[in-house]
């Protein structure tokens, strides 16, 4: 049942994301983002979701807004018959961008966060070295962040640099090579007790028994959903 | 009964080191893009492994970490993970045929030519999808070049001339120097590090 739960998870997922490229109407996509958003604002990641979107989105907006300003489709056209047609173009691309975004957020967040990530992958067939790496680059963030505030650390202690924000962003680039190097002594580390412990030979008999996801009920309900917003996609695509 | 085990200690090596070209590309390409600089430095990460280890992990690590980068930096990552394929095979196929990466000037022209190809194979993404937009400051001489009457894709080409280049031979004086500076008990355990002179 978990991996039928996992399969339609990434489905409906999948099925989204390809009805969000496909549409070009505004409404639609601004609706399917509303949507996302009150969702992630039940699990608690709007937070996330905003940060991570408007610091891209925004700009992006922004640089297609000018541009499709600027082009002259008809010769003589006045600016502000272009601008007008920018608009529409400019928000569709900002809100399929941000609505693709949450689906994503919405599916595989919660599942790193209550263990259910590797069960997911396993129910698509990932192999069990690919299910390793992603686990690999998932704890890697942190274990980059920690090394990375030992060494500036490091160096504030040797007098360079200044302890704020302005001072961290100068240090960047001397940081950057011991940085790198001691990961990658670190990996050379991983790499050996990954083979003594024979990890892709154990992770094949890797189960959560106590598996907080949704029933295979409910994402079938959400994979008919998206199937809707598909073809709701597909006919309301401006001529 | 104890099951055998298919990897050899290079196999686990190879899987433990995807992660930390991740977390390279990752950290140099976000933080790029929260400030805003005109160049993108996404794909270290991507080209050190490539040297390291082959093309096909740097593939594997150039497509992960934009997926992956989709969801925690900015979704439109994942438009151009052809780019960062792209970037592995080139680095593999100059580094191993062409030795490209033995003295200065060799690697400078490699990362002219990095920068052209990934050029060419990002430009249909930015056209079609982002109809000229690349959310970069790139997009300041794309629209001049349209104010000045140049069609669009061409104005994206150009565009994307005069930056990408730029770029990636900043990337991949970087990646070299980054992989010039290793250990040696570190770099030992890679037998594709022969391709950087070490």
């Given amino acids: 049942m978990g991996d039928l739960s996992s399969i339609l998870r990434g489905l409906s997922v999948g099925l989204f994301v390809a009805g969000a490229t496909m549409s070009d109407n505004v409404w639609l996509l601004l609706g399917a983002w509303l949507s996302f958003m009150i969702a992630l604002a039940m699990v608690g990641l709007v937070r996330v979701h905003l940060r991570l979107t408007l610091a891209f989105v925004i700009p992006l907006a922004v640089s297609s807004l000018v541009i499709n300003t600027l082009i002259t489709a008809v010769p003589g056209e006045l600016l502000s018959d272009r601008f007008g047609r920018a608009v529409p173009l400019a928000l569709a691309l900002a809100f399929r961008v941000s609505a693709i975004a949450a689906a994503i957020q919405l599916c595989f967040l919660p599942l790193i966060a209550n263990g259910n990530l590797v069960n997911f992958l396993r129910a698509w067939r990932l192999p069990d070295s690919a299910v390793l790496v992603v686990i690999g680059g998932i704890t890697i963030l942190a274990e980059v962040r920690a090394r990375g505030r030992q060494i500036f650390e490091a160096r504030l202690a040797q007098g360079l640099g200044t302890a704020n924000r302005w001072g961290a962003l100068r240090q960047l680039p001397f940081m950057l090579m011991p940085l790198f190097a001691s990961m990658l002594e670190s990996s050379a580390a991983r790499a050996l007790l990954w083979q003594e412990r024979r990890l892709v030979n154990q992770l094949a008999n890797y189960r959560v028994t106590d598996q907080k996801t949704d029933s295979a009920y409910l994402w079938s309900a959400r994979l008919f959903v998206s199937g809707a917003w598909c073809v709701a996609a597909v006919l309301w695509r401006s001529k | ?198």
């Fill in chain 2, 1 to 198: 009964v104890k099951q055998e085990d298919p990897y050899s200690g290079y196999e686990y090596q190879k899987l433990a080191v995807i992660p930390v070209g991740i977390a390279l590309n990752l950290a140099l390409g976000g933080l790029v893009a929260a400030i805003k600089l005109p160049v993108y430095l996404d794909a270290v990460g991507t080209i050190v492994v490539t040297m390291l280890t082959g093309w096909r992990v740097g593939m594997v690590v150039g497509v992960s970490s934009f997926v992956l980068a989709s969801v925690l930096i900015s979704p439109a990552y994942i438009y151009f993970v052809a780019s960062q394929a792209a970037i592995a095979v080139y680095v593999h196929f100059v580094g191993w045929t062409l030795r490209a990466f033995v003295n200065l000037w060799r690697s400078i022209s490699a990362g002219i030519t990095l920068g052209i190809v990934a050029c060419l194979v990002s430009a249909p993404v930015i056209i079609f999808e982002f109809k000229g937009a690349a959310g970069s400051g790139r997009d300041f001489l794309t629209a001049l070049l349209i104010g000045a009457g140049a069609r669009e894709s061409v104005a994206v080409l150009l565009s994307g001339f005069a930056s990408e280049p730029v770029d990636k031979t900043i990337q991949l004086l970087i990646s070299l120097s980054l992989v010039r500076s290793f250990p040696r008990r570190v770099l030992i355990r890679f037998p594709h590090r022969v391709c950087v002179g070490n």
